[in-house]
């Protein structure tokens, strides 16, 4: 071991982010006597926020070694195939943003060029037709992808919805397993370094001291270390990112089989969100305080649940940002104590992972070089502002005029680069692969249809392309036909799956 | 559809490889490419290409055999750094791998341990590229992943009068238009600044709906005619010239290039088949022309040519209707990156960003944006190779006495020095094992390492590194002689 290694690590905060991390660094640090403390309260709710995810949650499970049956029957999870978005952009809107990929390239250029130029030529047929996520998940089917990559069934990805605070429950359990020690109380007092503002200790209410190299802030919108300790400045997003409340209610199971997909419905001045797990649906209400009050956003709530509601509505406040440092001095924040972007597409879960893994990727060592946080806090940056502008696109590209919230949304004023990469998208329908997602799918989606595609496909008739696309939608229509029902698959996994044997 | 029209102004490799990229990627019942093949000397004269030459061939459909038929192209297994920070200074910056992970341990950390321990093991012998080029070995890499010789990168060293002359056989097989002439005059669109017309010498006057330009440092059109002007000196060497000239060999030489520095600059000397070329660059207030040609003599170096050198880069590379390619937009000495790997990058560039005829301003500006952050990497390279030498080497010394790190290079080297890590960015030119050897080949060395090292044994540590310095040797040993290789390869 070497004589600069960190050897004590304090999380402090459980939930979500807390737990992830504790998870995480137990792993990582199995081989060596690493001490990992995580303080957390029960006096202290959890915001349990992001019941929805992105398929690199399965990455994260892998690397703990969580088999994925298990995971599903302990965090009542359900899969999902993408995010169907309805009323953005334009009332009667309807598109998917799916978990894969739409059509294929073809000689270098890619789909969506085939798709606009018979769009221009007279088809009516949705982008959402090339997708096999998209057609798997209209139609409520879901099986695994297949490991051949000739077969179209292996053209797409998934993710999973689940009860976070179940998730939260089950890696407690994990961390505390291989070592975590977890300790109930509520941070009372922090002690400095009075040379350099490290921070050497925590004390907690009941008088406990607890000394560590590096300290880990998963204190939600608080920050108690980062924030109220550190003093790390926020920059506020919330000229772009207008909405700062949310309501959310659980409501017992619809009648229909479910549905692999979130929903994201676009209200008068926010949006609404439905998740479907195994026991219930999670429902809830983003909303801009300006332009909406607590009750329409709940009245909206309520009035479009699918499902008799299961417990009070809760409210959330919050304020679209990210702490300029996430790192800093010796304390790193990880969840909600970094910064905050709504839900919209799922990405609360991944934005943990991302500080998780890079924490790992740029541990330190005591002597805490300059460099070696300032990395950290650049590659941090680089994703919560590539998620941001993805984010703050759904809003800008609108052409909704019910609302005074759409009108101000659509004239706006966007960061520069997503300006300009949506200039480009317009002019030219040309995607910058570095970024979010299905760029294209959710671009045309949101009512940005290209002015041109690439003028190379001219060399092709009208009548080869209307053909070749024509054959893409019947072998996915084909292939989706074969797919069983997501309700009845999942149904298959629980029943053999043995509960209660962890790890 | 009306039939668009492309002219590319000016040969040679640069304008060779444009036309036969666009000619072979744009359809030709859509767009008449033209090439005006102008009596302009390339300034280049020798190229030293890395493995990513092969995707840009595979482009053009340009097959390998052909390239090596030719009597100068060579196999290229990488770049020798001699004399830079310390006179008995050699690394190599090969391409291709570096050792192996040890139970998910990436080989840099293992690396840099076992060298804070005491055990200063050369970074080289650990890069098969670099031990069977010294052995004066070549093979191609192997197709199967779980065989070491897949770990071999090897690039493509061209006389490049003759590989223009290869891409102009190939663009021209592939229906390329060619008029032999001079450029005269251009006329412009006073309104729009877009080019309506060129004159040629040969009587004839061309239209186009987009002109390219690959008149090198002349840069005809999108200097002289739109009027762009350099931006800045950043990537400027103070070298103000260069020499080239070449010696007969008898026998094949070694598949690496050498760079060194000396008192008054610095050369590359690159083997091809038959001779090894040198690229001297010089600065005329440290040592005389006169000098510089009596030295090369002695070291057995003929057919001597002296020209003028500096480095640009001009504000924008397209303007309205006019597309700079290769030296007509920016030139920097090639200290690590080859400047036709930059042409052949920009031109990928243009063909992924060039949507249509009618719509090209934004693509416009991302190609630029593009192009600066490219110049910005490639400049950020030759910085941290003057910073590494500036305590011996007369030029780098020189340069830092008028520049000063950019916060980006300052960045990348605290990095590395403080915990052995690697920043990522845009575009990058060099791999984190790359830069790695090129820190360590300078004996730039991390004050700590990677955590995870230390889950790792000591003893089984420096028992992995002996026997991977064994097997990488043994293995060079078994690829055969260079001259065996290219004989049996050219039956």
């Known amino acids: 071991m070497n004589q600069h290694s960190i050897k004590k690590i304090v999380i402090v905060g459980g939930g979500t982010a807390g737990w992830m991390t504790a998870a995480a660094l137990a792993k990582k640090f199995l081989p060596i006597n690493m001490d990992i403390v995580l303080v957390e309260s029960e006096a202290i709710g959890t915001v349990g926020v992001g019941e929805s995810t992105i398929p690199h949650i399965r990455g994260f499970n892998e690397y703990l070694g969580i088999d994925e049956s298990f995971f599903i029957a302990e965090t009542k999870a359900t899969f999902k195939l993408g995010i169907a978005f309805k009323h953005w952009g334009q009332l009667g809107n309807d598109y998917i943003h799916p978990f894969g990929p739409l059509g294929h390239d073809i000689n270098g250029v890619e789909f969506h060029h085939y798709w606009l130029r018979m769009q221009q030529e007279g088809s009516k047929y949705p982008l959402d037709n090339y997708s096999m996520a998209a057609m798997a998940a209209r139609a409520g089917k879901f099986q695994h992808p297949s490991t051949d990559s000739m077969s179209l069934l292996s053209n797409y990805n998934y993710a999973f919805h689940f009860d976070a605070a179940l998730y939260a429950k089950y890696l407690r359990r994990y961390a505390e397993a291989i070592n975590v020690k977890r300790i109930e109380g509520i941070v009372a007092a922090t002690n400095l370094n009075s040379d350099n503002g490290f921070i050497e200790s925590i004390r907690l209410d009941s008088g406990i001291t607890l000394g560590g190299d590096l300290f880990i802030d998963c204190t939600g919108f608080k920050g108690i270390l980062i924030d109220k300790v550190l003093n790390a400045k926020f920059e506020d997003w919330s000229h772009w990112l207008r909405c700062d409340k949310a309501i959310a209610v659980p409501c017992a199971l619809s009648e229909e089989k479910l549905t692999p997909y979130t929903q994201a419905t676009a209200q008068q001045a926010g949006w609404q969100w439905r998740i479907p797990l195994q026991h219930r649906t999670g429902n809830g209400h983003v909303y801009a305080s300006d332009y909406l009050s607590d009750d329409e956003a709940a009245a909206i709530l309520l009035k479009n649940l699918d499902g008799e509601p299961l417990a009070e509505p809760k409210f959330f406040t919050f304020k679209a940002g990210q702490r300029k440092q996430n790192w800093e001095k010796n304390c790193v924040a990880i969840g909600l104590s970094g910064g905050f972007l709504e839900p919209l597409e799922s990405t609360s879960i991944y934005l943990i992972q991302v500080g998780i893994q890079k924490l790992l990727d740029f541990f330190p060592d005591k002597n805490f070089a300059k460099a070696n946080s300032a990395e950290f806090n650049r590659q941090l940056d680089e994703e919560y502002v590539r998620i941001r502008d993805f984010i703050i696109m759904h809003y800008k590209e609108n052409a909704r005029e019910d609302s005074p919230f759409w009108m101000d949304c659509k004239n706006m004023s966007v960061p520069d680069a997503l300006a300009q990469r949506q200039k480009l998208f317009k002019s030219t329908g040309y995607v910058d692969h570095q970024q979010y997602g299905v760029y294209a799918a959710v671009c045309i989606g949101q009512g940005l249809i290209p002015d041109v595609y690439d003028f190379k496909i001219n060399a092709f008739s009208h009548h080869k392309i209307a053909a070749y696309l024509e054959k893409i939608h019947g072998n996915i229509n084909a292939a989706v036909a074969s797919m069983p029902f997501a309700q009845d698959y999942i149904n298959r996994i629980l029943a053999n799956t043995n509960q209660g044997k962890p790890l | ?491």
């Open chain 2, 1 to 491: 559809m009306t039939i668009k029209k492309i002219v590319i102004v000016g040969g040679g490799a640069v304008g060779w490889s444009v036309a036969a990229l666009l000619r072979a990627q744009f359809p030709r019942e859509l767009v008449v490419i033209q090439l005006i093949e102008d009596s302009r000397k390339d300034a280049l004269s020798v190229e030293c290409a890395s493995s990513r030459i092969h995707s840009f061939h595979d482009l053009i459909g340009l097959q390998e055999k052909i390239c090596m038929l030719d009597p100068y192209t060579h196999f290229g297994l990488g770049v020798m750094y001699e004399g830079w920070s310390y006179d008995s200074q050699k690394y190599m910056l090969a391409g291709g791998y570096y050792g192996a992970s040890l139970d998910g341990v990436d080989f840099q950390n293992i690396y840099i341990k076992n060298y804070l321990s005491g055990e200063k093991n050369d970074l080289d012998d650990f890069s098969l590229n670099a031990v069977a080029a010294k052995l004066g070995r070549f093979g191609h890499p192997s197709s199967d992943s779980q065989s070491i010789y897949s770990a071999i990168k090897y690039g493509l060293h061209f006389q490049l009068d003759s590989y223009a002359d290869i891409l102009k056989s190939h663009a021209l097989a592939l229906g390329i238009d060619v008029i032999i002439a001079d450029c005269t005059a251009v006329s412009r669109d006073n309104n729009s600044g877009n080019i309506t017309s060129l004159e040629l010498d040969s009587q004839h006057s061309v239209m186009a709906d987009l002109y390219i330009d690959c008149t090198g440092e002349a840069s005809v059109l999108l200097g002289d005619a739109c009027g762009v002007k350099c931006a800045s000196d950043d990537m400027d060497i103070l070298c103000d010239r260069v020499a080239i000239g070449y010696r007969l060999q008898s026998s094949l030489l070694p598949s690496i290039a050498v760079l060194t520095s000396t008192a008054d600059g610095f050369f590359k000397v690159i083997p091809l088949k038959d001779r090894d070329v040198i690229v001297y660059y010089f600065s005329s207030d440290l040592i005389r022309e006169n000098d510089i040609e009596t030295m090369l003599a002695t070291w057995g170096f003929t057919h001597v040519t002296i020209a003028n050198y500096r480095s640009y880069r001009r504000e924008k590379f397209w303007v309205n209707n006019c597309l700079a390619i290769g030296h007509s937009g920016a030139r920097y000495c090639d200290l690590l990156v080859s400047p036709l790997q930059s042409v052949r990058d920009s031109i990928v560039r243009f063909l992924d960003l060039f949507i249509d005829f009618d719509n090209v301003d934004a693509s416009r500006d991302e190609f630029n944006r593009l192009s600066h952050i490219e110049l910005d990497n490639i400049n950020e390279v030759i910085e941290l190779h003057m910073y590494a030498s500036q305590h011996h080497s007369a030029v780098s010394c020189r340069y830092f006495s008028s520049h000063s790190l950019s916060s980006s290079s300052a960045h990348r080297l605290n990095l590395f020095v403080s915990n052995g890590r690697h920043t990522h960015c845009d575009l990058s030119l060099l791999t984190d094992i790359e830069w790695a050897a090129f820190f360590i080949g300078n004996k730039i060395i991390p004050k700590s390492y990677s955590y995870d090292v230390d889950f790792l044994d000591g003893e089984r540590v420096r028992d992995f590194l002996s026997k991977l310095k064994a097997v990488i040797f043994e293995s060079a040993q078994k690829i055969p002689k260079h001259a065996d290789y290219i004989k049996s390869l050219l039956k």
